[in-house]
């Protein structure tokens, strides 16, 4: 029941908690309060005592449509935690601009403003918030802020953030008073594992400083993680030749014969060799084959007479029968127009591709922030988390504070990332290993023995198949639709593209390739 509320709003338990003063407050309260607000992504970046210290002394706060919130120019008396709705930040002190702006800065749930480091300084706000719809906040004042030694606890978390940028080599020439320049413009966050940071930290106004992990609790243990970050990219494979290639090589193993496709045009020796071929007439030559069998019993001194039963495969491949040619034929599927020419619509799909590792202590955003514009490379990249804190910086801000000596050690710093093509060609091989891999151990490994008697277990409804993430290349022509999810990421500028982690493909089984080799274990 503590948690009960209307959709979204913030939980009328909560509310009554929030509006009781500090002191009145009960241990439980407090702890009830803080697991409440564990939804507000700002909130939860501070450690586990500042986390119920706040939760002691914020209030509730609601307010309508137009609401000013922080005018520009007044002293800083209190911080914000948004519960439920939007706000936007403007220049001017009435904040209508932001109602006739298009594309207004808008906080949004689990954003924080009027940061709890200006209650220490009282300084002066430099923009005014303004309430976009019906807003709920958490409201930390700065009397309470002071009453209740919150301060020492914000100078303990600023102390760490010092420590870290000292320690660094690229501010070693730095003074103490610049690296805390550096501190008070860093907001630290926290991320865990397969947490999403940014969905294009290239294309970003902020760089990332990996800090440490996290701590990950076990029964009767405490794991600290090293803190890492996965860089990813979201790959087209459509737009790879080699995966054009690749896809048509494979769709001829399912029909059996060539299809047509435009990826290469035949050679005018190859084309005059067909021709030749289809011109040439059909003759007879029986006569030949019981001359040329007549001849191999005479060596073997035995009659002709006798009668024989002889298979088309006991006679040389060049008196076999005429086998015709196989006509190339076009598949029966939706088709898409690429590049590289036409490719089924449902082989239309993309992978996520992990290109780097970043671990504590690197930087992410500045790799590329001296480069002139014509020399950066602009593909969106993904920053994932494996359990780490991180502090992010305005890009903008961090430039005015480099001297040369850090610009001549980032005009060092220069990561380079594999192409497309690259990263699809190994997609492919990786694809092809699982494969070779999932076959293999169905070779040498036993099949388990049913049991006499199976209990039935009814299938729960879950939202994952090991189907979704796959592409089967069988199932092109089949009009029945998969009852399993698709999952589709968006592009930029693009329509959705469907996500595999791997591809299904027909393949020769090894009694056709090898038939001598009859027992699987004899060809391993």
């Not at 450690?47 to 922080?70: C, T, Y």
Request: charged share 25%; net charge positive; with cysteine.
């Amino acid at each position: 029941m503590d948690f009960v509320a209307e959709s979204g709003y913030f939980p009328l338990k909560a509310i009554e908690i929030a509006q009781k003063k500090p002191s009145w407050r009960t241990d439980q309260e407090i702890q009830i309060l803080c697991n409440t607000l564990q939804v507000i992504g700002s909130y939860r970046n501070y450690s586990h005592s500042l986390q119920l210290l706040l939760a002691k002394v914020m209030r509730f706060e609601r307010f309508g449509r137009r609401r000013v919130i922080i005018k520009k120019g007044q002293r800083s008396s209190s911080f914000y935690f948004i519960y439920l709705g939007r706000v936007a930040v403007t220049e001017d002190e009435d904040g209508s601009s932001a109602f006739l702006d298009p594309h207004p800065l808008l906080l949004h749930k689990g954003d924080c403003f009027g940061q709890e480091v200006s209650l220490l300084s009282s300084s002066v706000r430099k923009a005014t918030v303004v309430c976009m719809e019906e807003t709920e906040f958490l409201v930390v004042d700065k009397e309470d802020f002071i009453a209740n030694k919150l301060e020492q606890e914000l100078k303990k978390n600023a102390n760490h953030q010092f420590e870290f940028f000292r320690k660094m080599d690229l501010f070693q020439s730095w003074s103490d008073e610049k690296v805390w320049e550096l501190v008070i413009l860093g907001k630290k966050e926290k991320f865990s594992y397969g947490q999403l940071i940014s969905k294009d930290f290239v294309n970003l106004s902020s760089i990332v400083f990996i800090c440490k992990g996290l701590k990950t609790t076990f029964i009767k243990q405490v794991k600290q993680d090293g803190g890492s970050c996965e860089v990813l990219r979201l790959i087209d494979l459509g737009a790879s030749p080699s995966y054009y290639k690749w896809i048509w090589q494979h769709l001829e193993l399912v029909y059996d014969r060539p299809m047509k496709t435009r990826f290469k045009e035949p050679s005018p020796v190859e084309r005059f060799k067909k021709f030749q071929i289809k011109s040439y007439p059909v003759q007879d030559f029986s006569a030949l084959k019981l001359q040329h069998l007549q001849k191999a019993w005479e060596q073997q001194g035995t009659s002709f007479s006798r009668k024989i039963n002889t298979s088309e495969n006991s006679l040389p491949k060049t008196l076999g029968p005429k086998i015709e040619s196989r006509r190339p034929h076009t598949i029966k599927c939706p088709m898409i127009n690429t590049k590289h020419g036409e490719l089924p619509k449902e082989a239309a799909v993309g992978a996520y591709m992990k290109i780097h590792t970043v671990e504590e202590g690197e930087i992410i955003g500045l790799h590329q922030i001296l480069l002139p514009d014509s020399e950066q490379d602009r593909r969106p990249l993904i920053l994932m988390s494996l359990g780490t804190e991180v502090i992010r910086m305005r890009k903008e801000k961090f430039c005015e504070l480099i001297d040369s000596e850090v610009a001549e050690k980032l005009s060092k710093f220069k990561i380079e990332y594999p192409s497309d093509e690259d990263m699809c060609q190994k997609f492919l091989m990786e694809n092809s290993w699982n494969i070779f891999r999932k076959d293999l151990v169905h070779l040498l490994v036993k099949s388990r023995q049913i049991p006499p008697f199976t209990p039935i277990r009814h299938k729960k409804k879950g939202v994952y198949n090991p189907n979704s993430l796959t592409l089967n290349l069988c199932s092109f022509n089949k009009k029945t639709k998969p009852h399993y999810p698709i999952f589709m990421a968006p592009q930029k500028c693009l329509p959705p593209l469907r996500v595999v982690q791997a591809i299904t493909a027909p393949r020769y089984k090894i009694q056709e390739l090898l038939p001598q080799y009859k027992n699987a274990g004899v060809l391993i």
